[in-house]
């Protein structure tokens, strides 16, 4: 489609995205040159608001340079694909992972900490999700169990979600897992620390769409631990995520 | 209190108690951008849909990228569609600039080369989105800082494709202004050159002045005297009335300063247009 734009045309407005992106001095006609440093820094300025809201703690953590350093290095080398600026952040996150950067060996959980921030955002901004037709009481053992659809389960390698990320050391190192969701009436998004085994919980629930009594005879041989044992350490867990409203309740 | 006829103002967050209301805020529509509510859900979706039953939404985009040598992008437009339908939006803006190249987002306008390919690569541009919206757009004349190797003047830049695009004008009289500060001509004589009969939307705005010969267009400002000098003037020469827009981004003042604003727009527009309307 593109027939009409002249290479020469099409140069001009690629060195200006460049500059504004990298800050290297631009080679463009007509250009008044003690003028587009505004372009840059308003371009800065957008990116580095929206980050700083998606990612408070990661900025609170950094020190300035170290944060401007990455915001940096994000805007010269990274091509944002969003079209709604709100998601710009996930491809933040997705930067960071995938590059080698000096910062993440002195933050050895920077990437779990981005991780989890971008997460809330993600579930307290996405498109509402039908909830199964369900009712509030029912068997727990017998009937299946429905849960609230809007949820993430995040598998991290250090608790960023319960210590202040500050005092988390390579002593932290473990297998964390942690339920985000949305609350249906307030759209609020809450946080829990889960064991593997309720997170391994969570999603056959959801998925398979069975009675509980058949979920844990499986967990029982995957977990080896007695069904009984099981279900009176389950049962609690469960109560408890009726009460925040994670389980709606049973299947109709 | 009553709704003001002309005037609307853009959909802030921390006003939507106060819009729902509709006490201490009485725009007669809200702008929105559409990227910032589509494809979301939970709360802000509750309250939007709510804002969108009891006002016209009009639509300010942000990310159509309209002027740049990337591919369009379909997949977006979709999108864009859907939301326009969904609520029922009558007046879908963009920027005559360019906030996308070489595939990377930027989030910000960046100006055109005044140059003839460009008009032609554009006007095809928004033609196509045009058939495929199914509608009209408004372009926006945006403020801007530097030339981009310029061979053609700006007003002729955009009545070039306002003509060879069938599209409509978004006037922005507040980068009127800027741009005549900025690149020192004359705001009125510009207005004048440009295709009036096409402009469907204004919007006014209050911006800073950082150099002795530099304005920055911030929407975080009041509107000045001589932008509602030169709103007025604009609107004696439309032939038709249109929907004018307050845009306030940043640096936000009390609810009563932004409404003695909107007053202070309607008024003209009342003497501008009613009167003169009534007289026809
Ligand atoms: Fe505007």
Redesign the pocket.
């Known amino acids: 489609m593109n027939t009409h734009l002249h290479n020469y045309t099409h140069t001009q407005q690629s060195r200006l995205a460049d500059y504004c992106r990298t800050g290297d001095p631009p080679k463009i006609d007509g250009l008044t040159e003690n003028r587009v440093h505004h372009y840059r820094r308003l371009i800065h300025g957008v990116i580095d608001d929206t980050l700083q809201s998606a990612f408070p703690l990661t900025c609170d953590l950094l020190s300035q340079e170290e944060w401007y350093g990455v915001v940096d290095a994000f805007l010269s080398n990274y091509k944002c694909q969003s079209t709604s600026i709100w998601k710009m952040p996930s491809e933040f996150y997705r930067f960071v992972e995938e590059t080698g950067l000096e910062i993440k060996e002195k933050y050895i959980f920077l990437e779990d900490l981005l991780n989890f921030e971008w997460t809330e955002v993600e579930i307290y901004m996405m498109p509402d999700i039908a909830y199964p037709e369900s009712k509030t009481d029912g068997g727990w053992l017998s009937e299946v169990i429905a849960v609230n659809p809007e949820y993430k389960i995040l598998q991290l390698n250090y608790p960023v979600h319960l210590k202040n990320p500050k005092g988390i050391t390579e002593n932290d190192r473990g297998e964390y897992y942690v339920l985000l969701f949305r609350e249906k009436e307030s759209g609020k998004v809450r946080f829990m620390n889960l064991s593997v085994y309720f997170s391994w919980l969570i999603e056959k629930v959801e998925i398979e769409n069975t009675p509980l009594i058949k979920i844990l005879k499986e967990a029982a041989q995957v977990f080896g631990v007695n069904e009984k044992a099981l279900f009176e350490n389950t049962l609690p867990f469960l109560e408890e995520l009726k009460a925040n409203k994670f389980i709606p309740g049973f299947y109709i | 209190m009553e709704r003001n006829k002309h005037v609307g103002i853009g959909f802030r967050k921390d006003f939507a108690e106060e819009f729902l209301e509709g006490k201490d805020l009485t725009p007669a529509f809200l702008e929105v951008a559409p990227e910032n509510w589509m494809e979301i859900g939970g709360y802000w979706k509750k309250v939007f849909n709510k804002i969108a039953a009891q006002y016209p939404i009009y639509t ?1 985009g942000l990310s159509l990228s309209i002027g740049t040598p990337d591919e369009l992008d379909w997949d977006f437009l979709k999108k864009v569609k859907y939301f326009l339908n969904e609520h029922n939006v009558q007046i879908y803006s963009e920027h005559l600039s360019y906030s996308k190249c070489d595939n990377a987002h930027l989030y910000d306008l960046l100006p055109i080369p005044f140059r003839w390919d460009a008009v032609k690569h554009i006007s095809q541009r928004i033609k196509s989105v045009q058939d495929f919206l199914e509608r009209k757009i408004a372009i ?1 004349i ?1 403020s801007y800082y530097t030339p981009v190797a310029a061979e053609m003047s700006e007003v002729e830049f955009i009545s070039s494709i306002v003509k060879e695009a069938d599209c409509n004008l ?1 006037l ?1 009289v ?2 009127i202004y800027v741009n005549a500060f900025n690149h020192n001509y004359d705001s009125k004589e510009f207005i004048e050159k440009l295709p009036l009969d096409k402009v469907e939307y204004i ?1 006014m ?1 209050g911006h800073e002045q950082v150099a002795p010969d530099l304005i920055i267009d911030t929407h975080g400002e009041p509107i000045i005297d001589p932008v509602y000098e030169l709103f007025e003037f604009t609107a004696h020469k439309l032939p038709k009335t249109v929907p004018v ?1 307050l ?1 306030r981004d940043f640096n936000i003042p009390e609810l009563n300063e932004l409404q003695y604003e909107l007053n202070r727009l309607e008024n003209i527009c009342t003497k501008a247009w009613d009167y003169e309307h009534s007289l026809a």
Request: hydrophobic fraction near 35%.
């Open positions: 300010h926006e945006v978004l922005d507040n980068n919007h705005a827009l845009e």
